[in-house]
T-cell receptor, first 112, second 114 residues
Framework: GQQLNQSPQSMFIQEGEDVSMNCTSS?????WLWYKQDPGEGPVLLIA?????ELTSNGRLTAQFGITRKDSFLNISASIPSDVGIYFC????????????FGKGTLLTVNP | DADVTQTPRNRITKTGKRIMLECSQT?????MYWYRQDPGLGLRLIYY???????NKGEISDGYSVSRQAQAKFSLSLESAIPNQTALYFC?????????????FGQGTRLTVV
């Protein structure tokens, strides 16, 4: 089956620093999604990417859909304490197959 | 009110007991999913349903069953709970086609089997 490798597994940064995390896939996806999960809550969608090469921003967050369609990255600029949480990438093959495959997550800790 | 509502939010049950987790949604989506989350393993798909008459197994369906009672309702059952089914369970929904297929999640059910 499809596998997603998400890295890093965890990050410890100082407030104000920029953060980058990425996902690579063994197969092609037509949609890449980035979610954030706060403790005790369900994942919340941050950014959706639908085209290879697409670069999309949401406030301090920027994500890109790799041109090979096998990778994506998420950048967070000028981190703040509320950025703490687990970030997940997810890929969707597209067409009639809408199942999401999730990465194992990146745990982000921001020190004030 | 949440678009995707799961009940209960927390549950402790004994080994061998039958338990049902319920999910309802107000997003009008046809597609619904059940995922399981374990530390370090991310989210794994248990079952999914594309519409009321369509049920499909995910990657870890053994020991689970589901029922799609209506477009808005999708329940997950553990017929005989075992301790390694202790996990966080999430229901999700998604639309169909085009740029609207991203999944929206409920707040989760924390299940402990003792």
């Amino acid at each position: 089956g499809q596998q997603l490798n998400q890295s890093p597994q965890s990050m410890f940064i100082q407030e104000g620093e920029d953060v980058s995390m990425n996902c690579t896939s063994s197969s092609i996806f037509n949609t890449w999604l980035w979610y954030k999960q706060d403790p005790g809550e369900g994942p919340v969608l941050l950014i959706a990417l639908y085209k290879a090469g697409e670069l999309t921003s949401n406030g301090r967050l920027t994500a890109q859909f790799g041109i090979t369609r096998k990778d994506s990255f998420l950048n967070i600029s000028a981190s703040i304490p509320s950025d703490v949480g687990i970030y997940f990438c997810a890929g969707q093959p597209g067409g009639s197959n809408c199942k999401l495959t999730f990465g194992k997550g990146t745990l982000l800790t921001v020190n004030p | 009110d949440a678009d995707v509502t799961q009940t209960p939010r927390n549950r402790i049950t004994k080994t061998g007991k039958r338990i049902m987790l319920e999910c309802s949604q107000t997003k009008g989506h046809d597609r619904m999913y059940w995922y399981r989350q374990d530390p370090g393993l991310g989210l794994r798909l248990i079952y999914y349903s594309f519409d009321v008459k369509d049920i499909n197994k995910g990657e870890i369906s053994d020991g689970y069953s589901v029922s799609r009672q209506a477009q808005a309702k999708f329940s997950l059952s553990l017929e005989s709970a075992i301790p390694n089914q202790t996990a966080l369970y999430f229901c999700a929904t998604s639309g169909t086609g085009g740029t609207g297929t991203e999944a929206f999640f409920g707040q989760g059910t924390r299940l402990t089997v003792v």
